[in-house]
């Protein structure tokens, strides 16, 4: 943690985003709420910090979003799946209830 106060928010962001990367293909969600709590506060930081190379900036806020977008992607495709998890266990529910009525 040391380590992380040297870092500018820049520095910060880029890290964040790597474990961000790390913790969603361990589909980690306890960590990646925590790193997107890390995440928000990097981005205010660097909102107060006089950015040197704003290029840069750009480049690591898109490399950032893209983490983002793909963070999207896999909590939809894991809602769904709870969904139409959820789904098949309630037709097996109202199969059964239909089965017992004519047994």
């Known amino acids: 943690m040391s380590e992380e106060v040297d870092m500018s928010a820049l520095q910060r962001i880029e890290h ?5 990367t790390d913790a969603l293909a361990a ?3 306890e960590a990646i709420r925590e790193l997107d709590r890390q995440c ?3 981005v ?3 909102a107060t910090e ?3 190379d704003e290029a840069e900036v750009r ?8 983490v983002y ?10 809602r769904k799946a709870i969904v139409d998890e959820m789904s098949q266990l309630k037709h097996a529910h ?3 209830k239909v089965y017992h009525l004519f047994r």
Not at 59 to 66: P, V
């Open 44 to 46: 205010d930081a660097l």
């Open 27 to 29: 589909r980690d969600w």
């Open 40 to 42: 928000r506060a990097c």
């Open 59 to 66: 480049s690591k806020l898109e490399g950032l979003l893209a």
């Open 16 to 20: 964040t985003g790597h474990a961000l």
């Open 50 to 52: 006089k950015p040197e």
């Open 94 to 96: 109202n199969a059964a």
């Open 69 to 78: 977008r793909q963070l999207l992607e896999v909590s939809r495709g894991e």
